[in-house]
């Protein structure tokens, strides 16, 4: 250890104690006592100590997993004595290590968990009778997990440091995190603290919820993701071919249970909504049975707003490749079709699946012209961005339905149908049957609108639906990503090479008489 | 030529001969006797011959039918002749071979001779011709040469008029040019010295023995002839009186010569007072110039005069116009300008082309733009670097005061002139003085430039100085608080006539940093006065930088806290509206930094809460921008960016505060003026004025309240709950409070004590204020977006958030709203439920498809009817023309290699000739010396024989 490092007097001196103490130990079997003393230091000490008291115990501990002194033994012997005591101490040492998980000090925190999954591996290794026979402790690497997941004390640190220095490489310990998150998460999981008390104290919710929190983080960050191949790379030391962990399947069932276990919490809006974002590319294609998600999706899709636009996806994937049947589920989408739809972030992604939704021929003309009519309602109180997006969008729907042809053209003797009553348009915008809106029987006035949009990009494109429809298909990859600040960008990227036209009249004063201004502003 | 058969077929000779009988033109011809050409036979002769000569061409023409080429004709036009029907080739080809005689070889007879004498008389070379015939063809060519010469002579149209008979003659020669020539011989100064008699006298003195002048004075009158020496004395008495005339007038010549010498020194200082409108003149010259009479006369007078020819001269003005047509042009430049607007609102370019074709008339000439595209010439004196009308230039110096100073001390400022005349008196009179003051000129001058050189020299570091203006406003904020703080009163008197041109901002705040804000618009009146664009070419730039400098003081006035009255921030505006038309381009570019600028801090607001993104001063230049710019136009690189900017603040901002909301407001009102014209939905703008108006009366917490189609997140709803009216709330003051400037201005951190309260507190007053303020822009968008095809969706959110309010309001107890917004409510209410009734009755439904049927493309083969070899039927028009083109080419080609080939032919065939003269000359040559030397032969050989006989003899 690098002691010369401690500046301290007086931590100068504890460490050096703590070196003494520990080749004490380390050179005779007499002096295994002074075990006690350093104990004392890692418990009571300040952080430089703690922190070398804690190496050296783990060192001490390691030695002596080697020799064998700390294995199990039924004999009633001297070394039977010797090993029980010396577990006892071993045992007093993990509990040091387990409140130093909770310390607030990330370095401890950090180095505590190495400490205890160094004491997992030992475990693991050497506790078992049968030597090269694997046996994954899971007693001790649960209460590890517990104490990490459950609190609100681990910090973003050891949470990285459990992802990136063990679980991603590690697929034993991945797997049986997995195990130990859906065991931790069920609701019969009856660990000493709970239950005791039916009903859960304000502490107790805090913690569900920090539990939730970072058992997301940390799944979040696992980047390998089970697969049929068997296991390669394993914490615990044994020979190979004799493991009890089973295969890629028992994996995916792990991985399944834990997130399903996981979905059962009360979630926050935001982990709600990072989860349905990357649920149909991280969670659905790795679970055995996706279907077990179905109650979650539909509820989100229930719940409105943004949530019900970013259910979509999940559910997109559940209904194309897990054979989802969703009733109603066009009546359902044309309701996610509401006054916030073109100002929210997710528009592009929702449009993305909203051209795929309506990719089908054989849909009704009823039901396109709804949403066409639903769509440009909505353009007439649009962004710039979401306007743009509309136009290719009902462009498409047009040109693949040329039945709806007659949103933007009618003649009076259209279908021998009597002259349409244009002054009651028959469109009803608070209907939520698709059916019965009679979006068929009115025309588009709201595209027409646009085409006096401020902005003249907007003006120019909207102008296509006045010209024979002779373009192909809109790409609308191409529309979905603007912004503002692309506008913006876009208009003032390159330098005026003409002066900017001047107003027939320059002003004579800030505001002009009869300005809407002057009514109710007063310098 | 012999043919071979007899009878019908004779020999050409043969033919020639009975068809020469037969016309009578061979055989036994009349006799003509002397007698008969006594009478004038031989004028009948003349006929003769002509009538000779076409029976000959007529014998000629009927006698070989081979010689005749007939050209084929391709169309039989009715009734055209054409020449080359029937060609004789053999007439052809003589013509041609006359032809090339006549150019070609005499080309080649005078092709080494370098001079000679051409005899150019009429007819010399023409033997044709007779000598009867060449006279009269050269009276006549005489009489012409004369009639033309006299058509422009002013002296003698009379003669011209009457003939010849008028026009006395001496010699040949009219007399009228020999006044001419009297003229030309009589110059004063020689008659002076010489005492000669006078020309006229001379001219009816001594011409009077003639017969023809003197029978004219004889016949004048019965006046009894003079003696001759009376004749004589009254001559030497007339030409004495002419001389004394003479010296009179040479006399008075000299005296004012010598008083323009004397008064010359003053009338030159006039025209070298100013050096900077005349670039003609250089600054050393015009002091050689000043400095030079005084010491010697001569020299300098010569380098001035030299100098004086390359002066400008004076330009005729164009007149000056009479009010109507002033009127009439602005009324022309007006509806043009509105013309542009138009097309520039529906996206098309406003060209200049565009422009002079519609205007060809000579309104045309004033207008701007075509001003714009002529091009610099050299006369230019600069006036041409106004682009924006002059007219508006002129206009606003007519009414922009120039400020109390100078009106008021105008005669303050005399009497210190006066003073100063009195103290200058003295040294005028020093030679000194003049070289002092022109001194002073350079200096003038050279400060001058050197402002120039500066003003270049920044606009490299303006560019820095744009990117760190966080940093440098708070130091400007200090300097014109300061400003603000000066007294205003007092100061009047002390106010300079003249600055220099602030470059920045910096140099502005240095200059009127101890002026109180009245005195500062006298000092930017002064200064657009000073350095008016007409007086130098490098004022457009000063004046550019100046306007940009006064929209940078205009935003930080708009941000000063106690808000700066009015009156003075329209005046500000007024000078930068009429500013910007001197260089449009920069200020552009100003203001499309500045919208750029406040985009930046407006993301940074919307990444980071807490900070007000817009500030006072970017709502107070978005305004001025709506009015300085065409913000009708569909593009516009400074207004399409703004509104993109405003759009993005009103929908994304959360309003939270009343300056958050009143700001909002406002920006709505600067939309609204942008869309006065071009009506363009802004759909952000009536978003948040209807979330706005349901703020008023809809609970915050009750999400089912705020029905409508306008966007609105829970956030924003909650941000909204300042606005509530509640139900217990009274409006004290029985008014709703008009919106303040005050409210705008973002708390200060450096003077938090001059924080009004009111703007802080939202009373009852003030939401009912903004209540009022919502329903008075919902109005001006009513009659806004009328004619939009989807003004009733756009519109009937409006309608029922309206119903709603008015349906709430008596809930509050109406007697505590005001009655002011009760009634405008109420107003709104109708007006809105018309226009949408209005709507719907006109609406009918789209017909955007409707296009012109396009017409079947035709698969018939083609088929022509009368098909001609000759005849391109190329469907090709272009190609057409081209091959047609290149046919052209080559007959003509083909056309000029025959005739380069013609020539040569002549040319070898004049060669051959001369060289068989050459030779025949010679072979004559020799034959004569050989029958000379053979007679010698043959007498020496007789005389040899005879001599041999004679010895013969002998023996």
Not at chain 1, 163 to 170: E, F, H, T
Not at chain 2, 83 to 89: A, F, G, S
Request: proline share 4%; charged share 30%.
């Amino acid at each position: 250890m690098k002691n010369e490092a401690y500046g301290h007097k007086g931590n100068k001196a504890v460490v050096e104690r703590i070196i003494q103490l520990e080749s004490n130990v380390v050179s005779s079997q007499q002096s295994l006592n002074d075990i006690v003393d350093i104990l004392d230091i890692a418990k009571t000490g300040n952080v430089e100590t703690m922190f070398v008291a804690t190496n050296s115990l783990g060192r001490i501990f390691a030695g002596l997993w080697k020799q064998g002194l700390l294995k199990r033994s039924k004999e009633q012997t001297a070394s039977g004595a010797v090993s029980e005591w010396l577990r006892g101490n071993y045992n007093e040492y993990l509990g040091v290590l387990r409140t130093h998980l909770k310390h607030k000090e990330a370095a401890i925190q950090v180095a505590a968990l190495k400490l205890l999954m160094q004491a997992v591996a030992h475990e693991g290794g050497h506790a078992s009778g049968a030597a090269g026979a694997y046996e994954f402790p899971n007693a001790l690497y649960l209460g590890i997990l517990e104490l990490i997941l459950d609190g609100g004390e681990a910090s973003d640190h050891l949470l990285r440091t459990l992802a990136d220095s063990y679980l991603n490489l590690y697929d034993d310990l991945r797997y049986f995190f997995y195990r130990d998150v859906a065991k931790i998460a069920s609701p019969d999981y009856d660990p000493f603290k709970r239950g005791k008390s039916g009903a859960r104290s304000q502490s107790l919710v805090e913690e569900a919820e920090s539990f939730v929190r970072n058992t997301f983080a940390v799944m979040g960050m696992i980047k390998v993701m089970p697969t049929a191949n068997a296991y390669t790379a394993f914490w615990i030391s044994h020979e190979s071919g004799n493991e009890s962990v089973g295969g890629g399947a028992a994996h995916r069932k792990a991985f399944s249970e834990a997130w399903i276990a996981l979905l059962r919490q009360p979630l926050t809006a935001e982990i709600y909504k990072q989860t349905l974002l990357t649920m149909h590319r991280r969670i659905i294609p790795h679970m055995v049975d996706a279907t077990g998600l179905m109650d979650f999706l539909s509820a989100a899709y229930d719940a409105g707003g943004s949530i019900s636009l970013l259910a979509l996806n999940g559910l997109f994937t559940l209904m194309d490749q897990y054979n989802l049947n969703y009733p109603q589920f066009y009546e359902k989408l044309y309701a996610l079709l509401d006054r916030n739809l073109l100002h929210v972030k997710y528009r592009a992604r929702f449009f993305r699946l909203f051209d795929l939704f309506l990719a089908s021929p054989h849909l009704p003309a009823y039901l396109v012209a709804a949403f066409v009519k639903r769509l440009a309602r909505l353009s007439i109180a649009a962004t710039p961005a979401g306007a743009v997006t509309v136009i290719p969008v009902i462009y498409n729907l047009l040109k693949a339905h040329p039945s709806c042809m007659q949103l933007i053209h009618r003649m009076p003797s259209y279908e021998g149908e009597e002259s349409v009553d244009a002054e009651n348009d028959p469109y009803l915008a608070d209907e939520g049957d698709l059916a019965k809106c009679n979006a068929l029987g009115s025309s588009l006035w709201e595209l027409e609108t646009l085409q006096q949009h401020y902005y003249p990009n907007i003006a120019t494109l909207a102008n296509i639906f006045s010209e024979p429809f002779h373009k192909p298909k809109f790409q609308l990859e191409d529309f979905l990503d603007h912004t503002y600040v692309t506008f913006f960008e876009g208009d003032t990227a390159r330098t005026p090479k003409k002066a900017p036209a001047l107003a027939v009249q320059p002003p004579v004063a800030l505001l002009r008489t009869g300005d809407a201004l002057s009514d109710f502003l007063v310098l | 030529m012999v043919s071979s058969g007899k009878g019908v077929k004779q020999s050409a000779l043969k033919k020639l001969r009975s068809a020469l009988s037969t016309a009578g033109l061979t055989g036994p011809s009349a006799h003509v006797t002397k007698k008969d050409k006594k009478r004038g036979v031989a004028k009948a002769g003349s006929s003769k011959t002509i009538e000779r000569r076409q029976k000959l061409r007529a014998i000629q023409k009927a006698l070989n039918p081979f010689e005749m080429q007939v050209n084929r004709k391709k169309l039989d036009v009715l009734g055209l002749k054409r020449k080359d029907e029937v060609v004789n080739v053999a007439v052809a080809r003589q013509r041609a071979v006359e032809k090339r005689k006549s150019t070609i070889g005499e080309e080649r007879k005078n092709k080494h001779r370098t001079g000679g004498v051409v005899d150019r008389r009429i007819g010399e070379n023409d033997p044709t011709m007779d000598p009867e015939e060449k006279m009269l063809r050269r009276f006549t060519a005489e009489r012409q040469k004369r009639s033309s010469a006299a058509m422009y002579n002013l002296e003698d149209d009379a003669g011209d008029i009457e003939g010849e008979i008028t026009s006395l003659t001496h010699y040949g020669q009219s007399i009228s040019e020999m006044d001419e020539f009297n003229d030309m011989g009589g110059d004063d100064d020689d008659e002076e010295g010489t005492g000669a008699v006078g020309g006229a006298d001379v001219s009816t003195a001594h011409f009077g023995g003639f017969e023809a002048a003197g029978g004219e004075v004889e016949g004048d009158g019965p006046a009894r002839k003079k003696t001759k020496a009376e004749v004589m004395q009254e001559i030497i008495a007339k030409s004495k009186m002419h001389k004394q005339e003479r010296q009179l007038i040479k006399e008075q010549d000299e005296d004012i010569r010598r008083e323009l010498d004397d008064d010359f020194e003053s009338v030159r200082a006039m025209l070298f007072d100013d050096d900077n409108s005349k670039p003609m003149m250089s600054a050393s010259a015009g002091d050689a110039a000043l400095s030079g009479p005084t010491n010697d006369g001569g020299a300098s007078y010569d380098t001035y005069v030299r100098e004086l020819v390359y002066e400008q001269r004076a330009r005729p003005q164009d007149r000056l116009k009479t009010e109507m047509e002033a009127a009439r042009e602005e009324k022309d430049r007006l509806e043009r300008a509105e013309r542009h607007r138009q097309r520039r609102m529906e996206g098309l370019p406003s060209d200049s082309e565009l422009d002079s074709d519609s205007d060809n008339d000579e309104s045309g000439k004033k207008g701007y733009k075509t001003k714009a595209k002529r091009k610099p010439v050299a006369d230019d004196l600069g006036d041409d670097f106004a682009q924006g009308g002059d007219a508006e230039m002129e206009n606003a110096e007519a009414t922009g005061n120039l400020g109390l100073g100078l009106t008021g001390e105008e005669s303050a400022s005399d009497e210190e002139s006066g003073s100063g005349d009195e103290s200058g008196s003295g040294e005028d009179d020093d030679e000194e003085s003049g070289s002092g003051d022109s001194e002073e000129e350079e200096d003038d001058s050279e400060v001058d430039s050197d402002q120039g050189e500066s003003v270049l020299a920044d606009s490299g570091d303006e560019e820095e100085e744009k990117r760190k203006p966080a940093a440098t406003t708070s130091l400007r904020k200090a300097a014109v608080a300061a400003a603000q703080r000066a007294p205003s009163s007092g100061h009047t008197e002390e106010l300079p006539f003249t600055f220099a041109a602030p470059a920045n901002y910096d140099a502005w705040v240095e200059l009127v940093g101890g002026y109180s804000l009245e005195q500062q618009l006298t000092v930017v009146a002064r200064l657009r006065a000073l350095y008016h664009i007409r007086l130098s070419p490098q004022n457009k730039e000063k004046l550019g930088d100046l306007c940009v400098v006064l929209t940078e003081h205009l935003a930080v006035l708009a941000e000063q806290d106690p808000p700066v009255p009015a009156p003075i921030i329209d005046d500000l505006v007024k000078h930068i509206g009429e500013l910007a038309a001197v260089d449009a381009e920069r200020f552009g570019e100003h203001c499309r930094q500045a919208v750029i600028d406040c985009h930046r801090r407006v993301q940074q607001a919307l990444r980071a809460e807490g900070e007000p993104g817009m500030r006072a001063s970017d709502v107070a230049l978005m305004r001025l921008f709506a009015s300085v710019f065409s913000s009708s136009d569909r593009f516009h690189t400074v207004i399409t960016p703004m509104l993109i900017l405003i759009s993005q603040y009103l929908s994304q901002h959360t309003f939270a505060t009343l300056r958050d909301i009143s700001c909002g407001l406002v920006l709505v009102g600067i939309v609204h003026e942008t869309q006065r014209l071009s009506r363009r939905l802004v759909p952000e703008a009536l978003n948040f004025l209807l979330a706005t108006l349901a703020a008023t009366a809809c609970h915050s917490a009750d999400a089912a309240d705020w029905d409508g189609q306008y966007p609105l997140s829970r956030r924003q709803r909650e941000s909204y709950r300042l606005l509530q009216i509640g139900v217990a709330e009274k409006c004290k003051s029985k008014k709703a409070l008009p919106m303040r400037w005050a409210w705008l201005l973002s708390p200060a951190a450096d003077s938090p004590s001059q924080r009004a309260a009111p703007s802080v507190v939202v009373t009852a007053d003030v939401k009912y204020g903004i209540l009022r303020a919502c329903l008075q822009l919902s109005r001006r968008f009513v009659d806004s977006y009328f004619q939009l095809p989807a003004f009733i969706e756009c519109f009937e959110p409006l309608q029922k958030l309206l119903a709603k309010i008015s349906e709430r309001l008596p809930k509050f107890r109406l007697q505590h709203a005001p009655a002011e917004v009760v009634d405008l409510l109420a107003t709104t209410r109708t007006y809105l439920d018309e226009q949408l009734d209005q709507a719907r009755a006109a609406r009918v439904p789209l017909k955007l498809q409707y296009h012109k049927p396009l017409a079947i493309g035709s698969f018939a083969p083609k088929f022509e009817s009368g098909y001609n070899l000759d005849v391109h039927y190329d469907p090709d028009r272009s190609r057409n023309e081209i091959t047609k083109l290149r046919r052209q080419v080559n007959k003509e080609r083909r056309g000029a290699v025959r005739e380069l080939r013609r020539d040569a032919q002549f040319v070898a065939g004049e060669r051959l000739k001369e060289q068989r003269e050459k030779d025949k000359s010679y072979a004559d040559k020799m034959k004569k010396a050989w029958s000379v030397l053979e007679a010698d032969q043959s007498d020496m050989k007789k005389m040899d024989k005879a001599r041999i006989k004679e010895r013969k003899a002998k023996i």
